[in-house]
């Protein structure tokens, strides 16, 4: 049986206090615009629930589903939408809302898919970024924090649906023994 260890990267702390950075950098270029935050599912649901409450003014919420991962821990090189928006977002000012970016594949493509939806606006923003795993080009306007290329759980990130609860970003790391 494997032995789970989990090493705090960033801790609660520094999730907020980046979390309030990054609503105020996007305040900056968006001023005071009704925003529609699309929030990629399941990952994103702490740090999209966290953002919406630190942006001031008109704020929507709405979510995506899609897949590039199935069960594991590395892409499948596949994107499908499991789920689309509900909200019509032509003509309104969208920010995609992802956990981690880290292939850039999901991202590449949803940015693709929702420009055909003619908003005014859309950018993204991801709490974290993996540039040393990037193999698909994706702009990602507002990123939390740059990681090194390891398995990332906690604050909505997950392995196999488990670890998504925990409170900070942690590298798991696993044993046989």
């Known amino acids: 049986m494997a032995q789970v260890q989990i090493d705090v990267l960033l801790t609660e702390d520094q999730l907020r206090t980046r979390t309030r950075e990054l609503a105020a950098d996007i305040r900056a270029t968006l001023a005071d615009e009704p925003l529609v935050l699309i929030g990629v599912l399941k990952g994103c649901v702490p740090f999209i629930?966290?953002?919406?409450r630190e942006l001031s003014g008109d704020v929507a919420i709405d979510y995506v589903q899609v897949s590039s991962y199935g069960d594991g821990k590395t892409s499948t090189g596949v994107?499908?939408?499991?789920?689309?928006?509900?909200?019509?977002?032509?003509?309104?000012?969208?920010?995609?809302?992802?956990?981690?970016?880290?292939?850039?594949l999901t991202l590449a493509r949803l940015r693709e898919l929702l420009a055909t939806r003619r908003p005014a606006s859309l950018t993204a923003v991801a709490m974290l970024s993996k540039p040393?795993?990037?193999?698909?080009?994706?702009?990602?306007?507002h990123v939390g924090f740059e990681i090194p290329n390891v398995f990332v759980v906690g604050y909505g990130l997950d392995h196999a649906e488990s670890y998504r609860n925990l409170p900070f970003v942690g590298v798991l790391r696993e044993s046989h023994g």
Request: net charge negative.
């Open 49 to 52: 629930g966290d953002l919406a």
């Open 79 to 104: 994107f499908q939408l499991k789920k689309d928006h509900d909200i019509n977002i032509e003509g309104r000012h969208v920010v995609v809302v992802e956990d981690i970016v880290d292939s850039g």
């Open 132 to 141: 040393d795993a990037r193999s698909h080009e994706s702009r990602v306007e």
